[in-house]
């Protein structure tokens, strides 16, 4: 398939090389009366096709159009931090693939991924945002759908300090194997990979599978309350901590309104949340989590300060429509990460 | 050119038709350095060509896409307000046409309009919006570089109680043309024409035009401070307004701050403008004031409530980013517009 891989600074340093789908997000608010109507569950992400999706859309009210994707929104994270991050996913040459690498490019993340002339058009994800401001998720993978292994750049994973990858890959056997290609070529060159289990219907549809790598590839976990439940099969949290932290370096664990629980093999560090008045719309909200304790983690800070930075950002995307930040986290932060 | 007028419900009742440019918006934070380094008078709406259009969107930042279009995000204010209202302007089959149309139906406004399946791209206006939340726009016209004549159906016109016409039309004389077209058709079954001035540039740009229209053929005009100045080219507000009132049976003038001012050749109301803290985007103000006023006329109220209703529009839609409003404008006005 004929496509270019367009990789601007050859040379120039990564601090977190993101993996994962590349969508444009479609927000409107909608009902819970909505959601049962076209049989949603509530704050899922269901991958859906071309004819689902114009069903959705007709059924949907008046949309914004946002460049969204999970690992991309936390390479958006990390450039507001003042972190040097890049994206690789894949998108066509099309209306929405000119604005999901221009909303990058426009805001420093470096495009590592692949632009398609052929194939599906860019991918979408129509979000409904409830009052309570949960978002319920309907992805049409589009060019996405082809994310494989020949996308991934072992020259640009091997510029990255930490490569972050996210669990909805998982639910295509290429992008599985885009993932592992992306999981060797970071460990041949001395990097640490990061992973986001994303969805807890994900983590349940291909549990063995995540359990295997978390085990054996990966070094920093980043998931919510019921996705490690759902990897480990319990509804006891304390079983699940004991779980990750026998088998995973560094584990990240966030708790909504409880804030984040941090654990390695030797250590157990407690966040709280920050306090936000009238949440709007939570779509983003462990994405930026994952900006903001990278964005620590990459400069060396301690966890404690690591988990503070993830909530300041979680904190500012929920206050407003969007999955992206909207002002400068390093500045909301209190300033760069540094040690 | 090949079309398709796609009018959905030929008997259905249309309190209000807006006649205007179809435009989606891609809104972006910016500076006022920006804007001086891109060559733009802040406030202002200038018209590029493809190849601005390029070097503009490749120097703004990460966006947001909404729908658009002055006269159409009037008439979305309006269905806001419980009123009948339908859109005539011209989109191309592409991704950002099947978003206008789908954005007025999904809030309750018939499309009236054109499908081009050939020609120029659907519209777009690149929107900076500075610190100050004053917005700057550059109109690429696309599909709607062609409305005309022949794009006005007088059938759907006739159904129409009031026409309402944006002075964006007037940078073409095509859609000079369309104008005439409308408001003749209208004038024939007896029905009322409304203009908004739109952009005081505008006007300088076709003064003797605006003011031979507005003294034969306007029955409502809508008009800012700069604009009504701009029409009579005085600085002096009293003189404009007695200008004005001497040709034209009702006018409208938004004064920012100072709410607004209603003259007919008999009366003279002021209104005050709603208090609004932290003001975020500007953009649409003008439009949904004009929603507002005519919610309250169509529906027969007094010109001190129109204006009531102007301003509540007005007020929710510069208290957050996108032209439309998103909450339900009747419920926050206390009540659907009755006498």
Not at 12 to 27: F, K, P, Q
Not at 68 to 83: D, E, Q, R
Request: aromatic residues 6%.
């Amino acid at each position: 398939m004929p496509e270019q891989n367009r990789t601007r600074n050859p040379s120039a340093r990564i601090e977190v090389l993101g993996v994962g789908n590349a969508l444009v997000d479609v927000i409107s608010s909608s009902t819970d009366a909505t959601l049962t109507e076209l049989g949603m569950v509530k704050g899922s992400m269901d991958l859906i096709d071309e004819e689902r999706m114009a069903s959705v859309y007709a059924a949907m009210g008046q949309g914004t159009e946002l460049s969204g994707g999970s690992a991309a929104n936390t390479m958006a994270g990390l450039a507001s931090f003042g972190i040097d991050s890049a994206f690789l996913g894949r998108v066509r040459d099309d209306f929405l693939g000119d604005v999901f690498e221009h909303d990058l490019e426009a805001i420093g993340v470096e495009w590592a991924g692949s632009v398609a002339s052929e194939g599906p058009p860019t991918g979408a994800c129509l979000i409904l945002v409830t009052p309570d401001a949960e978002r319920t998720m309907n992805t049409y993978l589009g060019a996405s759908s082809l994310l494989g292994e020949h996308d991934v750049d072992p020259t640009v994973v091997g510029r990255a300090e930490i490569v972050y990858l996210e669990g909805y890959l998982f639910d295509r056997d290429e992008a599985k194997a885009a993932y592992a290609a992306a999981s060797a070529a970071a460990h041949d060159a001395g990097r640490r990979v990061a992973l986001t289990l994303s969805d807890s219907f994900c983590v349940v549809r291909h549990r063995a599978d995540f359990a295997d790598l978390v085990h054996s590839h990966v070094d920093i976990l980043f998931s919510n309350h019921d996705e490690i439940l759902a990897l480990y099969e319990t509804d006891d949290l304390a079983a699940a901590l004991a779980e990750v932290r026998a088998h995973c370096p560094l584990a990240v664990v966030t708790l909504g309104e409880s804030g984040a629980v941090i654990v390695t093999p030797d250590e157990e560090v407690r966040v709280p949340a920050e306090r936000v008045d009238g949440v709007v719309d939570t779509t983003g909200a462990g994405d930026q989590f994952a900006a903001g304790f990278l964005a620590g983690l990459v400069r060396g800070l301690p966890l404690s300060e690591c988990g503070r930075l993830g909530t300041v950002a979680a904190a500012e995307v929920i206050s407003h429509l969007g999955p992206r930040p909207q002002v400068d986290l390093a500045r909301l932060a209190g300033g760069p990460p540094a040690p």
